[in-house]
C-alpha cells in the first residue's frame, strides 16, 4: 500500500548470542553460535538435543528488568522485558505522548513457567497459585505483563502463527500505523525454550541432535532456541515530534498463506514465492535491488527446499546473497522473525552479511550456496527476511537503508 | 489502571464493512436454525458445554477419528458461514482466540509425563497450535491469501475484525472470514477456580443475571461471520469497533459517549445495547456504568447467562446482534430491561472481559 512510509527507530534483543544488540552483533561477526547444551529448561530430552538456551536464569532476568515480584512473571514475560528495555531506551519514547500500541506474538506463551507446575496446578486437592501463576498458561499474558511495564496501552495484541508471529506483528504494527491507528508500534515476539516444544518438534522428527545444516545437502533438521526481540516503528509525521533518526524503513511486507499442508512447505515453494514477490513489489523494487536475504532456513528438510525453489523461481540464476542465522540462536519461533528483523537492520547499518554457519555442500536439487564466511565488502541497500511457519503461513518483510 | 483521561482519544474510524452471514455454535442450540432456539437450554451446573453438531454429514469417520474437537466445531461452523454466503475461497482468513485447543495442549502435556518424554505422538502438538484451525480452514476451502490468528483474551476476535477491516481499506481484499473460538476443559475449569474466576455455588444459568455474588460461570462457543466490502446481500454493517485497555469506569463512561458522537448517535438513537453482564458482583460496575446512562428507548440486552463466560464470547454478542439486525426483532431471552424504541437500526456491544479487555462495537441495519 503507497502512502505513509513508516520507519524503525529502535530494537532490543536477547538471545542465545547475546543480551542487547551489541553483544549480539560481536557473536554475529565472530561467527560464535549459541547452540549448545541444554540447562535451564527441565527435560530429559537434554541428554540427546541441543538447543540456544539463553544462560540466564529467572532470577538474574529479574534483576537484569528490574521487575518487581507482585506478580508472576514468566520466563517469556522476562526475556520479552529485558529485550523491549532496550528498544525503548533507544528510541526514547513516553508511550503516554503519543498513540502508541503493542503487538507481541508468541507461541506458547508461559508455558515455560506452567509446565513445572501444571499438574498441581490442575489438582483440585491442591490449593497453590503463587502470584497468579494459574494465569500465566497462554498467550495475553506476556503481552499484558510487558505491556503494564512500558505503560503501553493504546492498542494492544498477540499474534501466534507459529514461526511467522512475529513477522506478522511486525506487518501488522506497520498497517495500524499506516491507516492512522497509531503513531508508535512496538513489534516483535517472545518465546521461552519449553520442554513441550521441544518435545512437540521431536515428535514430529525434525530435529538435529547436532549443530543444524541450513540448505545444506546433508541438513537434518532444526536446533530450537529461546529469544525475544522487539522493534520499534514510527510513522513519518511521528519522527516530527519525537526527533529521532531512523535505524532503517520497513519497505515492504506481505502475509501469504499456501493453504498446502497443516505443517509443512508446498514443494514448489508457491508460498515463500509470493510472499517475497509481492513485498518486493510493495517496495517498488525489482529483484536486481534486493542486496542479501535473511532465509528462513531451518535445516528441516522440506523448509530449505522448498524456500531454495521459491528463491530460484524468483530470482532465476542471480538470487541475492542469502543466509540463515539460525545456526546461531536456533529457531526461536513465534521471537524469530523480530530477531532476523533486528539483523537484518543491522546488516544494513554496518554494512555486513552474516555467514549461514555449518554449510558445507549445497542441496543438489538447488544448487544454492549461502553466505559461509561474514561479508564486509558488500553493499547493503535492501535486506529481505522470510518467516514461514505451520499451517502454510508465510511473511516476509523488507528493510531498507534509510537515507 | 487509567485513573485519569488521557489528552488524546484513539480516534479509529473507518468505512463500513459488511456483515453477509454469521454462525454460531455454543451452549445453546444456535446451529440448526442460525438462531436462538424457542426454547433455552438451562444449566444447572458452572459449565456450558457446547450443544454440538451432528459431524457426520461433513466429515468421513476416518477424517473425525483425527480431528480434535474444537476444530471440528471450528470447522463446520466456517463451513456453514461461507456457505451461507456462497462464498467459496474467501480472501483473508482471520481467526481469535485466547486458549486454542485447550483439549490438545493438556493432552500433549501429559503424553511428555506419561510416555517419559519418549516417542509421542505429534498430533496433539501439531492441534495445539493456536493456528492450527485458520490453517485447516484455508486448507478445506484452498483459500491462500492473508491469514493470522490473534490470541489475546478479549481483544482477540476485535484484532481479528480490525485486520480485515484495514484489508479493506488497503483494497487488498472484496471478501473475508473471521471468526473466533473457545473451549472449556475439566483441567482448565479448574485452573481458573483456583484464580477465584467461576462462583463458588452452583448457579443456573438463567438465574445469573440476578447474582449477588463474586465469581461467573464457564461457557463455550465458535463464532464465524463472512464480511464483504460491498453492501449487497449484507444481513448487517459494521461501522465501529473500539478497544480499550485497562480502563476504569470513568473511561468507560467517556468512551462510550464519545464513541457514538463520533459515529454521530444520541443517546436516543441507541435501539439496543448488549452489555457484558456475566454475574459477577466484582465487576459488574463496568456495565451499570454504561446501562445507567442509557436512555429509556434503548433495549439494554445481555447474553452470558446464554453461554457463559470466556475469553471471545463476544463473539455472541456479535452474532445475536446480526440476528436482531437481520430478524427485526429481539429474542425474549436477550432482554435485560426492556426500552421503548419502536426501530431496531443501531445496536451497539460492550463487552468486557475480567475487567481489563473493553470493546465497544456499533453494528446498524442493512
Redesign the interface.
Known amino acids: 500500500m503507497p502512502g505513509k512510509r513508516v520507519f524503525i527507530t529502535g530494537m532490543g534483543i536477547i538471545s542465545a548470542i547475546g543480551t542487547g544488540v551489541e553483544e549480539t552483533l560481536v557473536s554475529l561477526r565472530n561467527n560464535a553460535s549459541g547452540i549448545g547444551s541444554i540447562e535451564i529448561v527441565d527435560t530429559l530430552l537434554k541428554s540427546k538435543l541441543i538447543a540456544g538456551e539463553i544462560k540466564v536464569p529467572n532470577d538474574k532476568l529479574l534483576e537484569l528488568t528490574g521487575v518487581k515480584k507482585n506478580a508472576y512473571y514468566t520466563r517469556t514475560s522476562l526475556l520479552g522485558i529485558a529485550a523491549l528495555q532496550e528498544a525503548m531506551q533507544m528510541s526514547k519514547l513516553d508511550p503516554s505522548r503519543q498513540k502508541t500500541g503493542f503487538i507481541n506474538a508468541t507461541t506458547v506463551g508461559g508455558m515455560s513457567d506452567m509446565e513445572k507446575c501444571y499438574f498441581d496446578l490442575v489438582d483440585p486437592t491442591t490449593k497453590s497459585n503463587e502470584n497468579g501463576l494459574a494465569d500465566c498458561l497462554d498467550c495475553a499474558d506476556c503481552t499484558e505483563k510487558i505491556a503494564d511495564h512500558f505503560n503501553i496501552k493504546d492498542w494492544i495484541a498477540t499474534i501466534s502463527t507459529a514461526c511467522s508471529s512475529s513477522a506478522n506483528a511486525i506487518l501488522y504494527g506497520a498497517r495500524l500505523i499506516k491507516s492512522g491507528q497509531l503513531d508508535v508500534a512496538v513489534c516483535g515476539g517472545t518465546d521461552a525454550l519449553t520442554r513441550f516444544t521441544l518435545n512437540g518438534f521431536n515428535s514430529l522428527k525434525n530435529i538435529d541432535p547436532s549443530p543444524c545444516m541450513p540448505f545444506d545437502e546433508n541438513r537434518n533438521g532444526l536446533n530450537l532456541g529461546e529469544a525475544a526481540a522487539y522493534v520499534i516503528l514510527e510513522s513519518e509525521e511521528q519522527l516530527q515530534r519525537s526527533d529521532n533518526k531512523p535505524l532503517a524503513e520497513l519497505s515492504g511486507y506481505r502475509n501469504f498463506n499456501e493453504a498446502f499442508h497443516p505443517t509443512a512447505p508446498s514443494p514448489n515453494g508457491e508460498g515463500a514465492l509470493i510472499a517475497m514477490q509481492e513485498t518486493i513489489q510493495m517496495a517498488g523494487l525489482q529483484p536486481a535491488d534486493i542486496s542479501y536475504i535473511n532465509v528462513h532456513g531451518t535445516a528441516t528438510l522440506n523448509n530449505d527446499l522448498s524456500e531454495g525453489i521459491a528463491l530460484k523461481r524468483l530470482f532465476g540464476e542471480n538470487v541475492p546473497l542469502f543466509s540463515s542465522t539460525k545456526p546461531f540462536t536456533g529457531h526461536t519461533l513465534a521471537a524469530a522473525g523480530a530477531v532476523e528483523a533486528v539483523f537484518s537492520i543491522r546488516s544494513l547499518q554496518e554494512q555486513i552479511i552474516y555467514a549461514n554457519l555449518n554449510f558445507k555442500s549445497p542441496i543438489p536439487e538447488l544448487g544454492l550456496s549461502p553466505v559461509t564466511l561474514l561479508q564486509t565488502d558488500k553493499t547493503v541497500n535492501h535486506v529481505l527476511s522470510n518467516s514461514f511457519g505451520f499451517g502454510g503461513n508465510n511473511a516476509s518483510l523488507l528493510f531498507s537503508k534509510y537515507v | 489502571m487509567?485513573e485519569t483521561t488521557?489528552a488524546?482519544y484513539?480516534v479509529?474510524m473507518?468505512n463500513p464493512v459488511y456483515i453477509t452471514s454469521a454462525r454460531a455454535i455454543c451452549a445453546q442450540d444456535t446451529f440448526s436454525n442460525n438462531n436462538l432456539p424457542e426454547e433455552i437450554k438451562v444449566f444447572e451446573q458452572n459449565i456450558l458445554n457446547y450443544h454440538e453438531p451432528d459431524y457426520k454429514q461433513y466429515f468421513t469417520i476416518m477424517q473425525l477419528r483425527r480431528m480434535t474437537r474444537i476444530i471440528k466445531i471450528g470447522l463446520v461452523t466456517a463451513i456453514e458461514a461461507l456457505k451461507d454466503a456462497k462464498l467459496e475461497h474467501p480472501q483473508a482468513?482471520i481467526t481469535g482466540t485466547?486458549?486454542?485447543s485447550m483439549t490438545d495442549?493438556e493432552k500433549?502435556?501429559h503424553?511428555?509425563?506419561d510416555f517419559?518424554?519418549g516417542?509421542?505422538?505429534?498430533t496433539a502438538?501439531?492441534q495445539?497450535?493456536?493456528?492450527?484451525l485458520?490453517?485447516?480452514i484455508?486448507?478445506h476451502?484452498?483459500?491462500?491469501?492473508?491469514?493470522?490468528?490473534?490470541?489475546?483474551?478479549g481483544?482477540s476476535l476485535e484484532?481479528s475484525l480490525?485486520?480485515a477491516i484495514?484489508l479493506f481499506?488497503?483494497?487488498?481484499i472484496e471478501n473475508a472470514l473471521i471468526g473466533c473460538f473457545e473451549e472449556m476443559t475439566a483441567?482448565?475449569y479448574?485452573?481458573?477456580?483456583?484464580?477465584g474466576y467461576w462462583k463458588n455455588e452452583a448457579m443456573k444459568n438463567i438465574n445469573l443475571l440476578d447474582s449477588s455474588t463474586a465469581g461467573t460461570i464457564a461457557g463455550e462457543g465458535t463464532f464465524f461471520l463472512t464480511l464483504n466490502k460491498n453492501a449487497e446481500n449484507a444481513i448487517a454493517t459494521l461501522s465501529g469497533l473500539r478497544?480499550l485497555?485497562?480502563a476504569d469506569e470513568a473511561l468507560v463512561k467517556i468512551t462510550f459517549k464519545n464513541f457514538l458522537a463520533e459515529h454521530n448517535l444520541s443517546l436516543d438513537e441507541v435501539d439496543a445495547v448488549f452489555l457484558s453482564y456475566n454475574g459477577n458482583i466484582e465487576t459488574r460496575h463496568f456495565e451499570d456504568a454504561i446501562s445507567q446512562q442509557l436512555s429509556p428507548s434503548t433495549n439494554q440486552l445481555a447474553f452470558k447467562h446464554l453461554c457463559g463466560e470466556f475469553d471471545t464470547a463476544a463473539g455472541f454478542a456479535l452474532w445475536a446482534a446480526t440476528k436482531v439486525l437481520q430478524h427485526q426483532t429481539i429474542h425474549p431471552s436477550l432482554i435485560f430491561k426492556k426500552g421503548t424504541s419502536s426501530t431496531l437500526k443501531n445496536v451497539v456491544i460492550y463487552n468486557q472481559y475480567n475487567g481489563?479487555?473493553h470493546a465497544f462495537y456499533l453494528l446498524e441495519k442493512q
Open positions: 487509567a488521557p488524546f484513539l479509529n473507518f482468513i485466547a486458549k486454542g495442549t500433549f502435556l503424553d511428555i509425563v517419559n518424554e516417542t509421542l505422538n505429534p502438538f501439531i495445539s497450535t493456536y493456528n492450527a485458520n490453517g485447516l484455508a486448507l476451502h484452498n483459500a491462500n491469501g492473508y491469514n493470522s490468528t490473534y490470541v489475546h483474551r481483544f484484532n480490525m485486520d484495514m481499506e488497503e483494497n487488498r483441567e482448565h479448574e485452573l481458573k477456580k483456583k484464580m478497544m485497555y485497562n481489563k479487555e
